[in-house]
């Protein structure tokens, strides 16, 4: 679930390695800009709606 950097590993979505968990910003990439960490939870969150509404059909 983490590299050895201790950062969770995510796919081009923000899903982690497990299934239905996603995660942005730092815990991914370590210390960067806030700009990094808001882009990164806007694409983090639209992932998340989609997934939710593939899963409730």
Same mark, same amino acid.
């Given at each position: 679930?983490?590299?050895?950097?201790?950062?969770?590993? =995510?796919?081009?979505?923000?899903?982690?390695? &497990?299934?239905? +968990?996603? *995660? /942005?910003?730092? =815990?991914?990439?370590?210390?960067?800009?806030? &700009?990094?960490? +808001?882009? *990164? /939870?806007?694409?983090?969150?639209?992932?998340?709606?989609?997934? &939710?509404?593939?899963?409730?059909?």
């Amino acid at each position: 679930m983490g590299n050895a950097k201790g950062l969770l590993i =995510v796919d081009e979505n923000q899903m982690s390695t &497990v299934d239905g +968990v996603f *995660a /942005a910003g730092d =815990v991914v990439t370590g210390p960067l800009t806030v &700009v990094h960490a +808001v882009q *990164a /939870a806007k694409q983090a969150a639209e992932t998340m709606d989609r997934y &939710v509404q593939a899963q409730s059909r």
